[in-house]
Every structure is written in C-alpha cells, then in structure tokens.
C-alpha cells in the first residue's frame, strides 16, 4: 500500500499537467462545440454543429484522405522500421554510420523535407522522372494529378517516418533476452520462425507505442501540405488539421 501512495506521488505532477492541458481543454472544446458563438454571447444549438460539418462534401472527402493516407503510412512505417532494426541490430560493418543515413531523415525539419520532395516530384526536371527516362517511362505530374497526388504524398511520409520508429525498435530488440534465442537456434528454429514466435511477440509493447505514435503524426500532417500541395488538386490531397488550419 506504502509503494502505491508513494508512486502516486510521485506520478501526481505529471498528471496534474496532463489534466489541466490535455483533458481539460479536450472535455472544454466538446462542452463548447454544441454553443454558437458567431455572433453575440453563446447560443445553445445541439448538435447543429456536427450536423453541418458532416453534411459538407469537402470534410468528408478530407476524412477519405486521411483514412486512406493512414492506411498506407502507418502499417508500412512499422513494418520497414521493424526490418531496418532486425537488419541493423546483427554485427554489420559501418552500423552506426547506416544507423545514422536511415535516422537523418527525421532530424531534418519539416520545410526542408518538402523542399526535397517538391523537387523530386517535379515533372520532367525532378528526380524521380530523370530517373525514369533512364528506362523511357514517361512520367506523370506527381503533385498535379488527383490520382498520384496522395500516393506521392504516403511516400514521402514513410521515408520520413521509417527511420524514426527505427530506433524505437533497435531498443527493443537490445533488450529482448538472448537465451531465448539461443534456445531456438539449438532446436533448429529458422529465421523467420524466430521471428514470428519470439521477435514479433516480444516487440509488442514497442510495437504499440509505434503505432499510436505513426497514427498521431498521420492525422497532424500540415507543413508538408503548405509547401508541396495546398490540399489540392481539388481537395485530393487535403487532410484534416490542414482543413482545419485553413478554414475554420
């Protein structure tokens, strides 16, 4: 009992700091979303709000995109960062200069990752099309065009987002216990067997930290859409918190 009170204490700062700027203001802006406070003091109005942000044509699709862009960054973020920790984690030479190449991308702010991307992407002149009249395929306008726009935009994420949950999983994989795999490798256990019934297990707390994380930065995603797409064209590449950030 002495141990709980004590950890409490302990533990009773940061959730005072967690109550007064987290769910304070989350429970005030759902109190204050069924008032209208356009004009005058606050006038009761219910659900109105909701019914006239769900009945407009541009949030829905922006709630397309972001499920759609959730889809493709998320699940493919984890399982290449997953890879380059299992990969980086054997005796390799030159580790840590690999550790850092698939790390900096994450270092760099978020302007200048648009920057880079924004001249990749480029038609006829970018990287990416150069690269591709080597073997004469004609490139498309990766930004211009409603159905690559958002393909363009989950690739960039995923360079970008790899390397950081990278080293999420380079410290779990340093603490998971080398007996076991000892043990399995005695018995004959093959690679992927080790990895599908130890490593994938094991990983699991890691795993979900990860994701909470790939799916935050996933639905906040506005300094890359300023630079490279302002949302468009025609909204298929706009997501929420740039919606919101612009229009309301």
């Known amino acids: 009992m002495k141990e709980n009170v004590f950890a409490y204490t302990l533990l009773l700062p940061s959730l005072i700091f967690l109550g007064l700027f987290t ?7 759902i109190y204050l979303s069924f008032f209208d406070m356009t004009f005058g003091p606050a006038e009761f109005v219910g659900l109105d709000q909701y019914k006239a942000v769900f009945g407009d044509d541009i949030f829905l699709k922006v709630i397309k995109n972001n499920i759609i862009f959730v889809s493709g960054t998320v699940p493919a973020s984890i399982l290449l960062a997953m890879y ?19 790390f900096y991308p994450t270092v760099i702010p978020m302007i200048c990752i648009a920057n880079i991307w924004l001249f990749i992407y480029t038609p006829d002149y970018g990287l990416l099309d150069k690269f591709l009249n080597l073997f004469h395929i004609q490139g498309v306008n990766w930004l211009g065009d409603p159905s690559w726009v958002m393909f363009s935009l989950i690739v960039m ?25 000892e043990a399995a490798k005695i018995e004959g256990a093959k690679p992927f067997q080790m990895f599908r019934s130890i490593t994938f297990p094991l990983l699991m707390p890691t795993t979900l930290f990860v994701l909470i994380v790939a799916m935050t930065n996933a639905f906040k995603m506005v300094d890359h859409l300023f630079i490279m797409t302002k949302g468009g064209p025609n909204n298929a590449s706009n997501l929420l918190l740039y919606l919101v950030e612009t229009r309301w």
């Open 157 to 181: 994420m995923i360079w970008k987002e790899a390397g950081f949950f990278m080293i999420f999983y380079l410290a779990g994989l340093q603490n998971l216990p080398h007996e076991v795999y």
């Open 23 to 29: 769910f304070y203001p989350t429970l005030k802006s």
């Open 84 to 102: 380059m920790a299992i990969w980086l984690n054997g005796k390799l030479r030159a580790n840590s200069l690999l550790r850092a190449a698939y």
